[in-house]
Structures are given as structure tokens and as C-alpha cells.
């Protein structure tokens, strides 16, 4: 078995584990990160996608807005290439109790949420595919944030700082030694090879997850996992990020991200946060939704819809709460040796995406008491790799990249503009013959053919690459249309359902997929 | 709310427009139209179009109509061009050939020696040089005298059957005055009073070089001129791509939003579509002489895009004599005033070498072609001349 030794074990790498450990490391703690499978494979990676600006919990939630407020500008500095202004709109549609909008402008005022209130005309003429029934609107700094590359670009900080990122290491049981915790035991799943880990703090930053990793220490933490689904249509039916200006509930924001437009999204309470299966019923309410907000959306082209899992804890009334979305959104930092008598282990969860680093600040704060040592944090200050010219990422960028000699390059994604050489790179640097993890680097089969036309040549590419042998290859391929299947068959209809069949032509028809199968 | 924009959710990436596109075979500068239509449309966002190599598209619309999803390719690409347009400022010259009313109405008083200076090889050279029009391009010769004047002085017969209002366009009021001449005479001898308004131009060059607030102005202010003619009577005309602007693309491209534009739109035909139509009533007169000549015809993009078949053939075939020869070569590659611009020559010219061989192979006397700036590119490409359906009707009829 082999070992390893460390001041913090991070255990979770989603946007709360990645923060933690950036923190760390930056605080010149030694630091280890593991994540049962690939960074933002969790919740992150299935988020709405959408940068609070607070405006959506002045009324409901104001200290959840408050911790907004700050962060959203934090990360607009220093995650400027993960972030696009799209700036957000709350809109009273024809369904919307019209007294709400005052109260969320006095929230606002009360939390410090900026916030313009535009003439309809200006709405609607910033965004014409808008209901035209809409009787107010607000302007306010929402944004779309990228988890993976958020993620990516903590992580790569982490390391820049010495940190240790093992993805697909999952955490099998942690260590105790009397009443401390003093580490983990890893199975690597992808070699089936076991690791230890010695550390003096372990940080369970495993989100919905955070239950069953406290349970190894024999702590009960008791998450209750919310699912919620987001359905992704296939072009920017907005530029804006769209609320309701109503009390928060379901399917009432739609936020373009990168090249598509999410609606979202529900909540509903799942006991495992492994299974969180996409409803028929849910799915029609998402398209109801949209509909209200833009009208036209039931024709609109649907790509794929998805799940994710919000780990919301609650201390007071464990298993009582019926609806999730009446437990606050700010985030809970429970240390063990007070709580539970159990040294050396902090769990954090709750929250959200848009006050991760927040988080990870109030965890590492914690961790070097517990270290008895006095470092401040530094994340506010410094720019994640890759966003050091404060520049926003913009939606043309990739179009714009392939400017003035668009030829001279193979494209294997079409519908996402990869290039064959981005391809080949992404592979050499993540090492891995999984496309899925390819996927989540380049957006890789993300577009409205779902693969259909890239993946074979993705997987043609990678054979080539690093003496990937064929039944690899092959078996990534499958289990990259399988992963895709799970996603598009809920939404099958109208366009999307014609995509389908003409990818079913080329892989069983053309290239017989079924018998790699075998 | 942009119609024209959702249909890039139907495409389903089979590639059947990049086979047909003539452009992106003849030039690896333009990427094709999956690429620069639904594809990258869904990286246009906010800050207009990035990828200047959308101008290399040339507006043909040939993909819109093999599109078996029905993708609005081309007018995608239109709309994403004058989004490119208004950012980076539409170039001096483009601006001058989009704007025929405004050239013709100036070199007409002084046709012979503007056509001499456009035909001298200083002025082309210099022409290229400050423009960028390509001084090998086919520019059309001024006719020295108007369609319009012809029209004013005109009595046409008093007994009529029925009124047509006749939409020249500009190429035939400053440029082939005699093309107007034979619509007029041919509608005449088939017993319509031809009511001809005076008229301006219909934005289609100011469309399709990117210029769309002006384009939407030229073509609101032609449909109120065409809407108050001829009381609700069939709007005819002979310039395939002009009519196509009125009947549809000034309002799903432009999506000008306009009463009399929606009226006009639904009674304006192609001069073609509206004899055959008369014909297949048994209303046209058949009266046609033999024309022992041999005639190849092109259906030029424009036209096809009416989505009437080939009507001319029809016609044509109606002629005693006449050897017709039906041309399936895509495009001719002048594209309005693609082929002009310095840039984009030689890509057109490779473009248009598929039909001008067809051309050649059939051993012609004239060809046939439905739009003028094709005519033009076709008698540059072979150097055999071109002329519109409707003259080898009239020449038929012995008027
Ligand atoms: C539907 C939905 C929409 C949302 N939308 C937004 C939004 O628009 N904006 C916003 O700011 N927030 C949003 N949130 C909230 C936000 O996404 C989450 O709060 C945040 O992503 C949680 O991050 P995390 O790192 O704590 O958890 P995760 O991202 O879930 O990370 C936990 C990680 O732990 C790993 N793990 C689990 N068990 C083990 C183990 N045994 N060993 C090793 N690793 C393990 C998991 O694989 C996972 O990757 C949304 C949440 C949901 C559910
Ligand atoms: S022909 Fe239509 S459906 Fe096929 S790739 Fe082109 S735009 Fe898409
Ligand atoms: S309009 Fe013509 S040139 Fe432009 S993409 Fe379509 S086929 Fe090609």
C-alpha cells in the first residue's frame, strides 16, 4: 500500500474541496485532494451554472445574499476567464405576484444586492425573445460561471503551491486513532491499487456526500440530498441571465452558458445522492416554465437534461424538513471535536458554487487553529491561473480563435469547435483515456448532435495516442454514448429525437456499435 | 423575435449543404455553410460576428434549399454579415455597389463616357486600387437613357383584359432599358394595361453587402410605392433576385415589419411564374414563330430560391424550333456583387467554370438566364450573350 503524509487531506473535489485546497496550499500547508472520480464530477459539475448576485434570496434568504454580494465580486476579479457578464434580469411575469417586486427591491436595498430597475421596452429590447408580458424588470450582476474550468484552475493553483490532486481516489474509510482522526484509506479505481494517507486535519468537503464520509468517523451528519434537474437547449435563447421576480421555486431561471441556455430547476428531496433518476413529470414542468419566460420554449430545441444533488444540512430538525428549499443556502462548517468529540476531522457542506471560496476560507481558517498556526488567506487577492489579465471569457471566443484561416486545422467536435490539436493536447495533459474526462476539459460532445459525430473520431484519435490499445478505446466510446443516452432519452422529442435517430444510423446502423458491446 | 435564428436548432449536422455549396469548394477561405450558419451562430452572442470569414459566403442560398431540415442557412449567414457589417463599418466600395439607384441615376446622363471609362484600363486599375473592384470583374454598361422615360412616354393599347403593375428594378431601368421594353410589350400582347410606377431600388445589394437599417428603408419605401399601384393587381417582374427580396427576404431576413410590404409580398410573381401561370389557364397567347437557335438555359440561385420550378423552360419550349438546353451547373459565381469585389474574383470565376464549360459544350447562339448580374458573369465567363427569357418570347411573338 502506498502512503502518504500530509498536514490537510482534502476529501471532495468539487468547488468547496478545490477551494479548501487552494487555500491550504496558499496558506503553506501541506496539501493532498482527492476525489473519487474526475474534479466537478459531483455537484458542481451539475450545477445551474449561475453566479449569484444575491438577488435571488433578498427576500427568502437574506444571509445566504449577503455572503453573495462580496463573493460574486471576488470571483468576477479573480476567476474573470470562468466567468461571462451576462449580468442578470428578474422579470415579473403575467403569473408573478406583482407585490413581490417591492419586496425585492427593498431586500435588496437590505442586502446590498446592486440592483436597476429597467423600463420594460429596454428589456425587452435587450432581450426580444423575452415574454412580451413581462411588467417589470431588474437589472442586477448575475453572471455564468464555468464549474470545470473553476475547478480546474483552484486545482492547478492548489498544485502550483505543492498541493497533491489524486482524481479517482476515493476514500474508502478514514483512520482513527482513539478519538482523532489521522487519515484516510484510498482505492484507486482506476488501478485498484490502495492508498493510505497520514494527515493532521482532514477536511470532508464531499458535498452531498458528506453523511457518509462523517459516518467513517463515526460522526452522523445528516444531509438531506435535494435533486434538482436542468434541462440544456441548444442555442442562447437569452444572453441574460432570466429569474422570476417571485419567492424562489421551481424551473424560475434561465441562464445562457456558453453556447446553451439551462433551465432549472427543482428540488426534491433523494435518499442517496448516487441515484437521482430525471422525471417525465419533471421535465414537462421545466418546459412549462420556460414557456412563461420565453414563450416558444416547448419548440425550442432541448440537447439533454441532467440532475444534480444540493447538500443541504440542517442541524436542528434532522429528517423532518420536507422541503429542501426551506433550509438556508449558506453553508455549515461543523468541526467534530466540538460537535462530536472526534479531533482532527471539519466537515463543510452546504452552500453554494458562488461562495465556495468563502467557504474555503472559513474551513482553512479552522484548520490552522486546529494547527495552532497564523496565516492569513490570501485567495481574495490573487487570480486563479488562466484569469491573471482580468479578462471575462466571451461567447465568440472559440469562433474568434479560428480566425483568419479556418481550414487549416480537422475538427473533430463541430458543434463546439474542438480542433483535432486541442484534442490531442487535452489527452496528453490529462492522461487519460476517458472521454467523458475529455468531455468535461473541452465541452468535448457537448453540443446539439450529443457525440454523434465526434466520438468516433475522438476515439479513432485517442487509439492512436500513447498505445491506447483498441478494446480501450472502444470501451470508452461505449460508455461515452451510454453517459449521453442517459441524458438525451428524457427529452426525446421534435428536434433532438431526429438527432437521435441519425446518430442510432451511424452508430448501430454504419458502425455496429452493439458488437464492441459483446 | 428572429425565425430565421431558431431554425439553427434544426439542423442535425448531415452535412448535405457543405456538398452543395459551390463557394466552399472553391475557396478553403470560407469554411461552409454548417460551419458559418448553424454552427457558429451559436457561438454569436452579444458582441456580434467574430469570424470575418462569414463575408465569404456569398448569399447564393443554395443550401437553404437542400437543406432537408430546413435550416435557413444563407439567411442565417445574412443576418450574422450585417451583424459583422455593423461593427467594423461597411467598406467605402461596398457601399457604392450596393446602391445601384444612386450609380445609375449618376452615370446615366453621362453613359457614354462613363462606359468608356469604365471600360479603360487606367480607370479599372485605378478603380481596384481605391475600391477594390476587381478590374477584370463584368461591370454592366450604362444604357444612356432610362426604362422610366421610355415608360412616361409610352401609350400603351386602351383595350385591356386586365392591369399588371410592373416592378423593373434598377438594373433594368439604367442598364437594359430594351429588357423592360419586352416585358412591357409582351404583357401588352397579351392584352394586361401595364401600370409602371416610379420606383426605387429594394435593398438587396445593401443586404446582402451587410447594410440592414438602409436596406429596411429602400424596401419599406418600394413596398409603399408597389402597394399603391395598380389597385391590388398582380406585381410583375423580371429580375429573379429583386422579386425574391419582396416576396420574402426583406421579410425574413430584414424582418421588416410592414403592412404594405406582407400585401405586396403576396402579389408579387416573377414575370416567368406569371405567363406560365396565364398559360396554364389557357390565357397566354401562343401565337410563336420558329427560332431555329440553340439556347441554354440557367436557372440562376435566386430564382430558384422562389421556389416555382423552372418556368421559363416551359415558356421557352413553347417556341417552335428552339433547341433548349437545361444547364444544372450550381452557380455562376457572380452572386450579385460578390464576384466585383477584388477579393473574391477569382473564387468566383472558379465558381462559375462548371457552367460556363456546360455553356460552351452546347455549342450556343444566345444563352438564357433570368437575372441580369448572371447574364453578365455568364457573357464574361464565355463570351456569348445572354439574354433574359422574355426577349426570345418577344423575338417569338414577331413584335
Ligand atoms: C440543481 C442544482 C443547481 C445549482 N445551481 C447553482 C447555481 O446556479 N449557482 C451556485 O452558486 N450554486 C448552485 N448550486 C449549488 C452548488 O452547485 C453546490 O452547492 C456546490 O456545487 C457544492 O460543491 P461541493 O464541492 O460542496 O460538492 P460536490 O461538487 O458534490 O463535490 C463533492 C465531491 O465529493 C466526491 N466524493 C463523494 N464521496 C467521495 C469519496 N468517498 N471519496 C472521494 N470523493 C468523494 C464527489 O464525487 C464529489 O465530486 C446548485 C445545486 C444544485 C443541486
Ligand atoms: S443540410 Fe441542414 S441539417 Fe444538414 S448539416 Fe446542413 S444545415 Fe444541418
Ligand atoms: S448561401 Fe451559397 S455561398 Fe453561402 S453558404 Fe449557402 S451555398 Fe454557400
Known amino acids: 500500500m502506498a502512503a502518504l503524509q500530509t498536514d490537510v487531506l482534502v476529501i471532495g473535489g ?5 477551494g479548501v485546497a487552494r487555500d491550504a496550499a496558499m496558506r503553506g500547508l501541506g496539501t493532498v485532494l482527492v476525489e473519487r472520480r474526475d474534479l466537478a464530477d459531483g455537484t458542481t459539475g451539475r450545477f445551474h451554472g449561475l453566479l449569484h448576485s444575491g438577488g435571488r434570496y433578498v427576500v427568502k434568504d437574506p444571509p445566504a445574499a449577503r455572503e453573495c454580494v462580496p463573493e460574486n465580486a471576488i470571483l468576477r476579479r479573480i476567476a474573470a476567464d470562468c466567468i461571462e457578464d451576462t449580468g442578470g434580469l428578474f422579470v415579473t411575469t403575467p403569473p408573478d405576484d406583482p407585490a413581490y417586486a417591492e419586496q425585492f427591491l427593498a431586500g435588496c436595498r437590505a442586502t446590498g444586492v446592486p440592483v436597476e ?17 413581462i411588467s417589470r424588470a431588474f437589472l442586477v450582476p448575475d453572471a455564468a460561471i464555468d464549474p470545470w474550468k473553476t475547478v480546474w484552475a483552484c486545482a492547478r493553483s492548489a498544485q502550483a503551491y505543492g498541493a497533491r490532486i489524486l482524481t479517482y481516489h476515493r476514500v474508502v474509510d478514514l483512520v482513527r486513532s482513539g478519538d482523532r482522526v489521522v487519515g484516510a484509506r484510498l482505492a484507486n479505481d482506476l488501478t485498484g491499487e490502495e492508498v493510505g494517507v497520514e494527515a493532521a486535519v482532514v477536511v470532508n468537503a464531499s458535498g452531498a456526500w458528506a453523511g457518509q464520509i462523517a459516518r467513517m468517523a463515526g460522526c452522523d451528519v445528516e444531509i438531506q ?4 434537474i436542468m434541462i440544456a437547449m441548444n442555442h442562447r435563447l437569452v444572453q441574460t441571465v432570466i429569474n422570476r421576480c417571485k419567492m424562489p421555486a421551481d424551473g424560475d431561471i434561465l441562464v445562457p452558458i456558453r453556447t446553451v441556455s439551462v433551465i432549472g430547476t427543482t428540488d426534491v428531496r433523494v435518499p442517496d445522492p448516487d441515484e437521482a433518476p430525471v422525471t417525465q413529470g419533471e421535465v414537462e414542468q421545466m418546459l412549462d416554465e420556460g414557456e412563461v419566460l420565453v414563450p416558444g420554449f416547448r419548440r425550442a430545441r432541448a440537447l439533454r437534461v441532467w440532475a444534480g444533488v444540493r447538500p443541504l444540512f440542517q442541524e436542528t430538525k434532522p429528517g423532518l424538513v420536507s422541503d429542501t428549499r426551506d433550509v438556508s443556502r449558506s453553508h455549515t462548517l461543523l468541526d467534530h471535536a466540538r460537535r462530536d468529540g472526534v479531533e482532527g476531522l471539519l466537515t463543510i457542506t452546504g452552500g453554494k458554487t458562488t461562495t465556495f471560496r468563502l467557504m474555503a476560507e472559513v474551513t482553512v481558517d479552522a484548520v490552522c487553529e486546529h494547527l495552532g498556526v497564523k496565516r492569513p488567506c490570501r485567495t481574495h487577492e490573487e487570480s486563479l491561473p488562466g484569469s491573471q489579465d482580468g479578462g471575462h471569457y466571451w461567447l465568440g471566443a472559440r469562433l474568434a480563435s479560428r480566425e483568419p484561416v479556418p481550414r487549416s486545422e480537422q475538427i473533430v467536435c463541430e458543434c463546439e469547435l474542438i480542433t483535432r490539436r486541442k484534442l490531442e493536447e487535452a489527452i496528453d495533459r490529462r492522461r487519460t483515456v476517458n472521454l467523458d474526462d475529455i468531455r468535461r476539459t473541452l465541452r468535448l460532445g457537448m453540443g446539439p448532435c450529443q457525440g454523434g459525430f465526434c466520438i468516433y473520431r475522438a476515439t479513432g484519435i485517442l487509439h492512436a495516442r500513447h498505445g491506447v490499445d483498441a478494446e480501450t478505446a472502444n470501451g470508452s466510446l461505449l460508455s461515452f454514448l451510454q453517459e ?15 438527432q437521435a435517430h441519425l446518430d442510432d444510423w451511424i452508430f448501430q446502423g454504419v458502425l455496429n456499435v452493439r458488437e464492441l458491446a459483446r | 423575435m428572429s425565425s430565421v435564428r431558431e431554425t439553427l436548432d434544426h439542423c442535425v449536422k448531415c452535412t448535405i ?7 466552399s469548394k472553391a475557396t478553403p477561405l470560407f469554411p461552409g455553410p454548417k460551419y458559418v450558419g448553424p454552427q457558429a451562430e451559436r457561438f454569436r452572442g452579444t458582441e456580434g460576428s467574430p ?14 434549399q437542400v437543406c432537408p431540415q430546413g435550416v435557413k442557412i444563407a439567411e442565417i449567414n445574412s443576418q450574422a454579415r450585417a451583424e459583422l457589417w455593423e461593427e467594423r463599418g461597411i467598406p467605402l466600395r461596398n457601399r457604392i455597389v450596393a446602391r445601384p439607384s444612386v450609380t445609375g441615376a449618376l452615370g446615366t446622363p453621362v453613359a457614354p ?20 473592384i476587381d478590374r477584370r470583374a463584368p461591370l454592366p454598361r450604362f444604357a444612356g437613357r432610362t426604362f422610366q422615360a421610355w415608360a412616361r412616354r409610352r401609350r400603351g393599347p386602351q383595350a385591356a383584359s386586365g392591369t399588371v403593375a410592373y416592378f423593373h428594378g434598377c438594373s433594368t431601368n439604367y442598364y437594359e432599358p430594351e429588357t423592360g421594353e419586352r416585358v412591357v410589350e409582351l404583357l401588352e400582347h397579351n392584352g394586361f394595361r401595364v401600370v409602371v410606377p416610379r420606383q426605387g431600388c429594394c435593398g438587396l445589394p445593401l443586404q446582402s453587402n451587410g447594410d440592414f437599417p438602409a436596406a429596411r428603408r429602400y424596401a419599406s419605401r418600394l413596398a409603399a410605392t408597389l402597394d399603391a399601384a395598380g389597385e391590388g393587381a398582380p406585381i410583375v417582374s423580371n429580375s429573379t433576385s429583386c422579386s425574391l427580396m419582396l416576396k420574402r427576404e426583406a421579410l425574413e431576413i430584414l424582418e421588416v415589419d410592414d403592412e404594405a410590404l406582407r400585401r405586396v409580398s403576396e402579389r408579387t410573381y416573377d414575370v416567368c411564374e406569371f405567363l406560365l401561370g396565364l398559360h396554364e389557364r389557357g390565357e397566354l397567347r ?13 436557372a440562376p440561385c435566386q430564382q430558384r430560391g422562389h421556389g416555382i420550378g423552372k418556368p421559363a423552360l416551359d415558356l421557352l419550349a413553347l417556341i417552335p424550333e428552339l433547341r433548349l438546353v437545361e444547364l444544372d451547373a450550381a452557380c455562376c459565381g457572380i452572386a450579385g456583387t460578390y464576384g466585383l469585389k477584388r477579393e473574391k474574383y477569382e473564387i468566383s470565376m472558379r465558381v462559375g467554370e462548371e457552367l460556363f464549360a456546360q455553356v460552351r459544350d452546347a455549342e450556343p447562339d444566345l444563352t438564357a438566364c433570368d437575372s441580369e448580374t448572371c447574364r453578365w458573369q455568364i457573357t464574361h465567363g464565355t463570351g456569348v450573350p445572354s439574354v433574359h427569357p422574355v426577349e426570345l418570347l418577344h423575338r417569338a411573338y414577331g413584335l
Open chain 1, 484 to 498: 449521453r443516452w442517459k441524458g438525451v432519452h428524457p427529452i426525446l422529442y421534435g428536434d433532438q429525437l431526429r
Open chain 2, 113 to 132: 463616357l462613363a462606359n468608356l471609362t469604365l471600360r479603360a484600363r487606367p480607370a479599372r486599375w485605378a478603380l481596384e486600387r481605391t475600391l477594390g
Open chain 1, 117 to 133: 430597475e429597467l423600463p420594460v421596452g429596454e428589456a425587452l429590447q435587450r432581450e426580444p425573445r423575452l415574454n412580451p408580458r
Open chain 2, 286 to 298: 401562343t401565337d410563336f414563330q420558329p427560332l431555329p437557335l440553340t439556347v441554354p438555359y440557367h
Open chain 1, 14 to 18: 468539487g468547488s468547496t474541496g478545490a
Open chain 2, 17 to 23: 449543404c457543405e456538398t452543395f455549396c459551390p463557394y
Open chain 2, 51 to 64: 469570424d470575418y470569414s462569414l463575408d465569404y459566403c456569398s448569399g447564393c442560398g443554395i443550401c437553404t
Open chain 1, 225 to 228: 440530498p435535494g435533486k434538482g
